[in-house]
């Protein structure tokens, strides 16, 4: 018999993936209570690269038009990031992460904000769905569970009221240091760099002035030959004013024994005018979780895997955490999917972070090391700026590169032996395990605009017969399957199939060019290996 709960599914943390996964869950009408311990966003201008993935996800959640709205920095001055040598006003630089080089592969635009922004957009979505509740100002302590619910019990910040809290399933979402993951013997691995690194936040018009010289940049890496491969990384956070910093420092450094301007001062190349925020310190290292679920208990986010902010991976990865999982609830609680496909979250999940952190995080440290190592210009300048124009035609193949992937995933049908990771290259073929390209129908719409909340069959210029024993298989599962059938060649010759089976999270289940002999299988596969009954 089921256990009454407040419940269905309760998350500990407000922040953007805690907001992210409580409107996956909300917009299809599940219950889901939040726990945010702060009131208010923190002012810290974290977070602030936004892939074309994850403005999908925004699309999705009904949020995209305010998001952009919210940007801080005017859409015609860009968006765009730049590699220096030396310091950040020196002789050599090259353009850094240009993501419109994907573009073409995506549904959307990249966007750039800082994270109180993007959480201020979320908070006000999240506050439209009735089935979810967000409770702000209430810490988690006590976690615990049985085989039938779980628990929490919180603490108001404020005047220390317990409430006490039970669930289905209980995410933790609470960041590097999270309560859930401990409470819920969840251990982690490290991959410590051994280095301190400050965050500084300050306002400067002179240093806006003096990087007119990029126009169209928003943040910067410096690539200093003392550093041995580590960065001191400028972003803004508007146009004109306001700058964060990132650099390691000394290990023994605190906020009083310090020169932070002669620092910045260094850093930039010359002297400028500027003032301080805020000074704050983090280590760098790389943390992923040995497992994302203890029986009822998940973790995602900052809370499962935690890097330092190189390359824009992070809040970036914590959403496509929330994608995964979200449907996966859905199809658990409405009773279309198997209870283990939740298992499959960590299956598909981690090992795409364990390949970011290899290699799109310290392989890119270990080549920023070699390349300072082996190149000095005032040592052979002919051989540095040969090796530093390699440097810069790579960029966009490093993009091109990073293509997260659960073509290893048990719940689709991918090449035998294949493992999943993050690495690509992107394309229009669809591929089990892998994102789908976008493309134009011939009603005029992007596919993108005609998928559903459950699974998707796209049929191009495909067999009757096939379509219907899809629809066949989807009722029997009694899976929430929407058919949109179309006639467009160009579509069926860029996809390479006639036949394209899409979860709710936009990846390939299952293409094939011919009508399959076991539609049921397919779909029964798809959704976790739920077995028809009757």
Not at 23 to 32: D, M, N
Not at 292 to 303: C, E, L, P, Q, T
Request: hydrophobic share 40%.
């Amino acid at each position: 018999m089921p256990i009454e709960t407040d419940t269905d599914i309760l998350i500990v943390g407000g922040g953007p993936v805690g907001l992210g996964l409580a409107i996956e869950i909300g917009q299809r009408g599940h219950r889901c209570i939040v726990l945010e311990k702060h009131k208010t966003p923190s002012p810290i201008p974290r977070g602030q690269n936004l892939t074309q993935r994850t403005m999908e996800h925004f699309h999705f959640w009904g949020a995209e038009k305010q998001l952009r709205a919210a940007r801080t920095i005017p859409p015609e001055y860009g968006i765009g990031g730049l590699t220096v040598y030396g310091s950040l006003l020196g002789e050599f630089s090259y353009d850094w992460l240009p993501r419109e080089f994907v573009r073409p592969f995506y549904f959307t635009d990249n966007e750039r904000l800082p994270q109180y922004a993007t959480e201020a957009v979320l908070r006000e979505r999240v506050a439209q769905l009735p089935s979810v509740e967000v409770v702000y100002g209430l810490e988690a302590e006590l976690v615990n569970q049985d085989d039938r619910s779980v628990s929490v019990v919180a603490m108001e910040r404020s005047g220390g009221a317990q409430r006490r809290l039970t669930a289905q399933y209980l995410v933790g979402c609470d960041g590097s240091k999270s309560v859930v993951r401990i409470r819920a013997g969840i251990t982690e691995t490290r991959s410590d760099h051994d280095r301190l690194m400050v965050l500084l936040v300050f306002k400067s018009e002179q240093l806006h002035d003096l990087l007119k010289r990029y126009p169209g940049k928003s943040f910067y890496n410096v690539l200093n030959p003392d550093l041995q491969g580590y960065w001191r990384f400028f972003g803004r956070v508007d146009l004109g004013s306001s700058w964060f910093f990132h650099a390691p420092v000394p290990a023994d450094t605190t906020a009083d024994n310090f020169d932070f301007e002669a620092f910045l001062h260094e850093a930039v190349g010359t002297r400028f005018e500027l003032e301080f925020e805020h000074i704050g310190f983090w280590d760098l290292r790389i943390a992923v979780a040995d497992n994302y679920r203890r029986d009822r208990i998940f973790i995602a986010g900052d809370a499962a895997h935690s890097h330092p902010p190189y390359g824009a991976f992070g809040i970036n990865t914590g959403f496509e955490d929330a994608r995964n999982l979200g449907w996966k609830f859905a199809g658990v609680l409405e009773g279309w999917a198997d209870e283990a496909i939740l298992d499959t979250y960590g299956e598909e999940r981690r090992p795409v972070f364990v390949s970011t952190a290899r290699d799109f995080i310290e392989s890119v440290i270990e080549k920023d090391r070699s390349f300072l190592r082996d190149h000095d210009p005032a040592r052979d300048r002919a051989a540095f700026e040969q090796a530093w124009s390699l440097r810069a035609s790579g960029t966009s193949g490093e993009i091109d590169a990073f293509e997260p992937n659960y073509k290893g995933s048990s719940i689709v049908f991918g090449e035998d032996g294949a493992v999943s990771d993050a690495i690509g290259p992107h394309s229009f073929v669809a591929r089990p395990g892998h994102h789908l390209a976008p493309q134009m129908l011939s009603s005029g719409k992007n596919v993108f605009e005609e998928l559903g909340d459950g699974l998707s069959l796209l049929a191009l210029d495909a067999d009757g017969a096939a379509i219907q024993a899809f629809e066949q298989a989807g009722r029997r599962h009694k899976v929430p399957l929407r058919i949109i059938a179309d006639s467009l060649a160009d579509g069926r010759e860029k996809y390479q199939a006639r036949l394209i089976l899409i979860r709710p999270d936009q990846f390939v289940a299952w293409c094939a060019d011919d009508p399959p002999e076991d539609a049921d299988r397919i779909i029964a596969r798809a959704i976790g290996g739920l077995t028809v009954s009757g």
